[in-house]
């Protein structure tokens, strides 16, 4: 739906230089805030991608994948939900006591969902 | 009215339930894998066997290990199982001897009386029925205990027991029949001819005094056997399965069998074996420190037999292993999880009618798809070093864990490499405990590759979780230690000079070190030598989680602070100076969750060791600790 | 003189204890001022100069000396109040340490605030590293006229660490401690008037400039000073090969971790409520908000009421506040007080 209404205008905007809040896609974020809620907690202090052990070897970035989340931001996320090791360090830092191995989780999933039509 | 026809219903559940057992157990034995059918076989004629029929009637009939836990649990067990199997025994044993003829159908020796109302006036009869009478006394003094147990579980010492579903609330209903209306079904019997002993003469006397007992009691037979076979009708789908399925599961064990890595007719035996006895729900910290009823191991194997959706149970659990270490059946609950956790998304959750009753239900043998993919982590050159120490992930959030390692290290002479001193890639075990092993894989080669091209002989580790994978998952050369018992090492060959402090401690056992890997004695005998070490009231192998586990990937901030709050008031009940763990997730969990100080056991043999502004620090020149190497 | 026989007890004698003693004293109440510590000045006795405008500390505590050495008031030291409690007609009884016990008309309970023990934060590595020191070790320090290293060196790097035990979860603390932010800006920019060739560096979640000239202050560490300003929380700290500390942090802004070395690193530690404060609380039954500070009995306009008659709360035993602020809570507490005792 979403990708078909972008479709028909955006000529002459580049898509990827504008987030469109109204347009966005928003159900992988309510597929995670129903699952894990303490995904609204965040408050974006990046200590989760400080620590983050996969943030050493790759782009990784858990906080930035929860802002592009709430954005609804999905096509930047694809590959980067794959690379979480689920080490749990980012569980220990954050200060807002986000369950954050379950965000990732949760994100991956509703994303493979979003995949095959499922959401 | 007086026809024999009563006993049909018995005779139909009785051959019903032989056959199908027989059916079921070949199904389950022709679905084992090859190697565990040839266990099987060469158990039967060996000594598996003869163990097998020990433990069955020390556990299945006297019910040893619920009577240590709780003496009147116990009894009620023994009373129904031990009391129904003697009544059994001997009333076959009566049938046989004082009946018509010998070799009597089976309902012969349970309606005895029956068909032999005048039997036992005198003699050796009259002794033989004071104890049939003291067997169903004994049966009966349970069964009370059972319906207490039912309505008040708490006057039973339990906190919690399990809820049932309907098919198993009819077998209970009729189990709990069978007994009284035998009880009535013989006095009455007896009344109406004078005969029986202390309990059915008694009572049936009384009874016969004003009421027409010898009309009355075939309803009460009829009563008797219509129990009997609606209970053995219903025990395929009711939990009272568990009572012929745990004598195969004893056999099964006891010949070798292991859960392993995915579904098998093991796990499904395993899963009919639960009798829902609810020891995992008192013990679990989920339930009584976190307020969570529904997700423990009783609830988890009632939704694998009735083929629920499960997932959300299966994911929501500390993978402490405590429910493990006291269920009296023995099952092996933590794998079971971790196979559910690796299973794909079923197809269809709803329950299916020909597959919950088929007689092995075919679970979904897909693995999850790959959901990482680690291809990014590039090939690391390595030193080489003989000892390799590797902090982990968590262990760089307590820094003052790996100062003090470099501290004991260094003041024991010991030449090391930090392996992950940058920061080091995870060791796989979280993946693992999520059901991910294909991902952790990737992991474990990567850092595989690293510890063999180091051509390290000790590989030394801070936290429990990566000593756990290392020694279970990792194909290495070296021997794989956890710190406690590297500087037990350390003491024991003579490398660590150090003072004793003057302080009371108390030591928390943490899950993948103790209950998961056996690594007991240790870290106690490394605290002993430095402190004075106070008993916890929960240790060892019934050592608290602290909360912080990474086995469960749902459960909340908050949740979790509740029971490190909890584990942390029983630890320090006799207010210790400090305590003291060998995990650094335990360490920053109890940091959170008590006032009393928390160090790592590398903390405190660090404080131990001589100040240098002491005595100048001798340093060894002999390094015995490569040859100790066999001591892992 | 109306009030000359009322007589009133401070729990406390820190800035609004004193504050409240001497305007108690100047209208004429007798005042007994009870500090746990040596001398009265609390955590202001360590300061070296106050934001925003750089003054020296040592001018508010001249001033708040003045304000105690009215002959209404008798300062005891060394004592800490345990048990405050109302009885029947009028009288308060306060129990003391050492088994004394004092009776008042009524009691201003000024506890203040403790630390929070960087200790708990592990991950930062206080107690555990040298050259990682708190705020006001800093200001010890500054007192001292001279910022080194550990090892005697000067410091060529420096970094401020804000929310050090505040808006964290894991340290159980969710409160902002308000003040921290505008004294990282006034340090740093105090290190940098001292070491010019010292880079400093702020590592802050937010911004939070509440007070007046606070903003200003902010931009004049930027326009002026060359203070930088890096947004992310600090996850850990370890050192390097160097005797350097090593810090890893998200730039948030930037979206990638961002790893740096210092000399020294600064953690700004948050308030808590007082150790000794919580446990009179306990005692005395007081009610505790979901911070752990003090509740007062209305958030809006009975800010100094602590729901026991004759008992009143002023300064940052109620949240934290800077020094205007404490000032005049303990002013408004004293305008309570008299109130109640003018009523009775």
């Known amino acids: 739906m979403n990708v078909k209404q972008a479709n028909k205008f955006g000529f002459s905007i580049n898509r990827s230089r504008l987030i469109d809040y109204d347009t966005s896609d928003r159900k992988v974020r309510e597929y995670v805030t129903l699952r894990e809620p303490s995904f609204k907690l965040c408050f974006a202090c990046g200590g989760c991608t400080a620590t983050c052990t996969a943030g050493q070897h790759t782009s990784f970035n858990l906080r930035r994948l929860n802002t592009y989340i709430r954005r609804g931001e999905i096509e930047p996320l694809r590959e980067e939900v794959t690379r979480c090791m689920l080490c749990g360090k980012c569980l220990l830092v954050c200060p807002r006591g986000v369950n954050t191995r379950n965000v990732v989780a949760m994100a991956a999933e509703a994303i493979r969902k979003l995949e095959r039509n499922e959401l | 009215m007086n026809s024999d026809l009563f006993i049909t219903p018995f005779n139909l559940g009785l051959y019903f339930i032989l056959i199908y057992s027989v059916v079921r157990s070949t199904v389950w034995f022709m679905n084992l894998s090859r190697s565990d059918k040839l266990r099987l076989q060469r158990g039967f004629f060996g000594r598996p066997f003869m163990d097998s029929l020990r433990e069955i009637f020390m556990e299945s009939l006297l019910h040893r290990k619920i009577f240590k836990k709780?003496?009147?649990?116990?009894?009620?067990?023994?009373?129904?199982?031990?009391?129904?199997?003697?009544?059994?025994?001997?009333?076959?044993?009566?049938?046989?001897?004082?009946?018509?003829?010998?070799?009597?159908?089976?309902?012969?020796?349970?309606?005895?009386?029956?068909?032999?109302?005048?039997?036992?006036?005198?003699?050796?009869?009259?002794?033989?029925?004071?104890?049939?009478?003291?067997?169903?006394?004994?049966?009966?003094?349970?069964?009370?205990?059972?319906?207490?147990?039912?309505?008040?579980?708490?006057?039973?010492?339990?906190?919690?027991?399990?809820?049932?579903?309907?098919?198993?609330?009819?077998?209970?209903?009729?189990?709990?029949?069978?007994?009284?209306?035998?009880?009535?079904?013989?006095?009455?019997?007896?009344?109406?001819?004078?005969?029986?002993?202390?309990?059915?003469?008694?009572?049936?006397?009384?009874?016969?005094?004003?009421?027409?007992?010898?009309?009355?009691?075939?309803?009460?037979?009829?009563?008797?056997?219509?129990?009997?076979?609606?209970?053995?009708?219903?025990?395929?789908?009711?939990?009272?399965?568990?009572?012929?399925?745990?004598?195969?599961?004893?056999?099964?064990?006891?010949?070798?069998?292991?859960?392993?890595?995915?579904?098998?007719?093991?796990?499904?035996?395993?899963?009919?074996?639960?009798?829902?006895?609810?020891?995992?729900?008192?013990?679990?910290?989920?339930?009584?420190?976190?307020?969570?009823?529904?997700?423990?191991?009783?609830?988890?194997?009632?939704?694998?037999?009735?083929?629920?959706?499960?997932?959300?149970?299966?994911?929501?659990?500390?993978?402490?292993?405590?429910?493990?270490?006291?269920?009296?059946?023995?099952?092996?609950?933590?794998?079971m999880r971790l196979i559910e956790r690796r299973q794909g998304e079923r197809e269809d959750g709803k329950l299916r009618l020909a597959g919950k009753y088929a007689v092995t239900r075919i679970r979904s043998s897909i693995e999850k798809i790959p959901t990482q993919s680690f291809s990014y982590l590039a090939e690391e050159e390595t030193e080489k070093a003989d000892i390799l120490f590797f902090a982990g992930c968590m262990t760089h959030l307590t820094p003052s864990v790996i100062v003090a390692m470099k501290k004991i290290m260094e003041s024991a002479g010991v030449k090391y490499r930090f392996m992950d001193e940058q920061g080091g890639v995870c060791c796989g075990r979280p993946l693992m405990l999520a059901g991910r092993d294909r991902e952790a894989r990737e992991l474990i080669n990567h850092n595989s590759g690293i510890i063999w091209k180091s051509g390290a002989k000790i590989l030394?580790?801070?936290?429990?979780?990566?000593?756990?994978?290392?020694?279970?998952?990792?194909?290495?050369?070296?021997?794989?230690?956890?710190?406690?018992?590297?500087?037990?090492?350390?003491?024991?060959?003579?490398?660590?000079?150090?003072?004793?402090?003057?302080?009371?401690?108390?030591?928390?056992?943490?899950?993948?070190?103790?209950?998961?890997?056996?690594?007991?004695?240790?870290?106690?005998?490394?605290?002993?030598?430095?402190?004075?070490?106070?008993?916890?009231?929960?240790?060892?192998?019934?050592?608290?989680?602290?909360?912080?586990?990474?086995?469960?990937?749902?459960?909340?901030?908050?949740?979790?602070?509740?029971?490190?709050?909890?584990?942390?008031?029983?630890?320090?009940?006799?207010?210790?100076?400090?305590?003291?763990?060998?995990?650094?997730?335990?360490?920053?969990?109890?940091?959170?969750?008590?006032?009393?100080?928390?160090?790592?056991?590398?903390?405190?043999?660090?404080?131990?060791?001589?100040?240098?502004?002491?005595?100048?620090?001798?340093?060894?020149?002999?390094?015995?600790?490569?040859?100790?190497?066999?001591?892992? | 003189m109306k009030g000359t026989q009322k007589h009133v007890i401070i729990a406390g004698g820190g800035v609004a204890g004193m504050e409240a003693a001497g305007a108690l004293a100047e209208m004429g109440y007798r005042v007994t001022l009870v500090e746990k510590g040596q001398d009265p000045g609390g955590h202001l006795l360590q300061w070296h100069a106050l934001f925003p405008d750089s003054?020296?500390?040592?001018?508010?505590?001249?001033?708040?000396?003045?304000?105690?050495?009215?002959?209404?008031?008798?300062?005891?030291?060394?004592?800490?109040?345990?048990?405050?409690?109302?009885?029947?007609?009028?009288?308060?009884?306060?129990?003391?340490?050492?088994?004394?016990?004092?009776?008042?008309?009524?009691?201003?309970?000024?506890?203040?605030?403790?630390?929070?023990?960087?200790?708990?934060?592990?991950?930062?590595?206080?107690?555990?590293?040298?050259?990682?020191?708190?705020?006001?070790?800093?200001?010890?320090?500054?007192?001292?006229?001279?910022?080194?290293k550990a090892d005697g060196s000067v410091p060529s790097r420096i970094g401020m660490i804000h929310c050090v035990g505040s808006r964290d979860e894991k340290v159980n603390n969710n409160h902002c401690s308000k003040v921290c932010c505008v004294t990282a800006v006034k340090q740093a920019i105090e290190l940098r008037k001292m070491m010019p060739a010292c880079e400093v560096f702020c590592f802050y979640m937010d911004m939070r400039m509440y007070g007046p000239y606070y903003e200003e202050l902010y931009r004049e560490s930027q326009e002026v000073h060359n203070v930088n300003f890096i947004r992310g929380k600090v996850s850990e700290a370890s050192v390097n090969i160097n005797n350097r500390l090593v810090i890893k942090v998200e730039d948030t802004l930037a979206g990638r971790p961002l790893k740096m070395e210092l000399d020294i690193m600064v953690l700004m530690v948050g308030m808590e409520m007082a150790e000794a404060g919580t446990k009179l609380a306990v005692a005395s039954g007081f009610r505790l908000g979901i911070n752990r500070f003090l509740e007062a009995g209305d958030h809006h306009y009975g800010n100094n009421l602590s729901g026991v008659s004759g008992v009143f709360y002023a300064g940052t035993c109620t949240a934290p506040m800077n020094i205007t602020d404490t000032i005049s809570h303990a002013r408004a507490a004293v305008a309570e007080t008299v109130r109640y005792l003018d009523g009775r």
């Open chain 2, 70 to 335: 709780n003496p009147l649990l116990g009894y009620m067990h023994m009373s129904l199982a031990f009391g129904w199997f003697l009544l059994i025994v001997f009333g076959t044993i009566e049938a046989d001897f004082f009946g018509e003829k010998h070799l009597n159908p089976p309902s012969h020796a349970i309606f005895f009386r029956w068909f032999n109302p005048e039997h036992g006036a005198e003699g050796f009869a009259r002794i033989y029925n004071v104890w049939m009478d003291l067997l169903l006394a004994f049966i009966l003094s349970g069964l009370l205990l059972a319906v207490i147990k039912r309505f008040t579980p708490r006057m039973m010492g339990m906190k919690k027991t399990t809820k049932h579903t309907w098919t198993d609330r009819i077998a209970l209903i009729s189990l709990w029949l069978i007994f009284p209306s035998r009880l009535l079904a013989e006095s009455f019997t007896c009344g109406a001819h004078g005969s029986g002993s202390f309990l059915t003469g008694n009572l049936g006397a009384s009874l016969a005094s004003f009421l027409p007992a010898a009309e009355i009691a075939p309803y009460f037979w009829w009563l008797y056997s219509l129990a009997l076979g609606t209970f053995f009708f219903l025990l395929p789908v009711s939990r009272y399965f568990h009572i012929p399925v745990e004598l195969l599961l004893i056999f099964m064990r006891n010949s070798g069998i292991t859960t392993g890595d995915r579904h098998s007719s093991y796990t499904e035996v395993q899963t009919h074996a639960c009798s829902s006895c609810g020891v995992c729900i008192s013990v679990c910290q989920m339930s009584y420190a976190a307020g969570i009823h529904d997700i423990q191991s009783a609830y988890f194997i009632k939704g694998l037999r009735n083929d629920r959706d499960i997932a959300a149970i299966t994911a929501n659990c500390l993978m402490c292993g405590r429910c493990e270490e006291v269920c009296p059946v023995g099952i092996e609950l933590g794998p």
């Open chain 2, 460 to 632: 030394v580790t801070s936290c429990p979780i990566c000593y756990k994978v290392f020694r279970e998952s990792y194909y290495l050369e070296a021997t794989v230690m956890h710190h406690s018992e590297f500087i037990n090492l350390l003491i024991e060959e003579g490398s660590l000079r150090l003072g004793y402090l003057h302080r009371k401690v108390v030591y928390h056992d943490p899950c993948e070190l103790g209950r998961g890997s056996g690594i007991y004695e240790e870290p106690r005998a490394v605290i002993s030598y430095v402190a004075e070490l106070q008993q916890a009231s929960q240790e060892r192998s019934m050592s608290l989680c602290c909360g912080g586990s990474l086995g469960n990937l749902t459960l909340s901030s908050g949740k979790r602070a509740l029971i490190a709050a909890d584990a942390a008031r029983t630890l320090t009940m006799d207010s210790p100076d400090e305590l003291i763990t060998a995990c650094p997730l335990c360490k920053k969990t109890f940091m959170q969750a008590t006032k009393t100080k928390v160090s790592d056991i590398a903390e405190l043999v660090a404080a131990a060791l001589p100040k240098p502004l002491d005595k100048p620090v001798k340093r060894r020149t002999t390094r015995t600790t490569l040859n100790a190497t066999g001591n892992g």
């Open chain 3, 55 to 148: 003054r020296p500390a040592e001018e508010v505590k001249s001033y708040l000396r003045k304000r105690i050495g009215n002959h209404n008031i008798t300062v005891i030291t060394g004592t800490a109040v345990e048990k405050i409690k109302h009885h029947p007609g009028g009288t308060v009884t306060v129990n003391l340490s050492g088994s004394k016990e004092e009776k008042a008309d009524a009691v201003i309970v000024a506890t203040g605030f403790d630390l929070f023990d960087a200790r708990r934060k592990e991950e930062y590595g206080y107690g555990i590293y040298d050259n990682v020191i708190t705020a006001p070790e800093l200001e010890t320090m500054f007192n001292g006229g001279r910022v080194t």
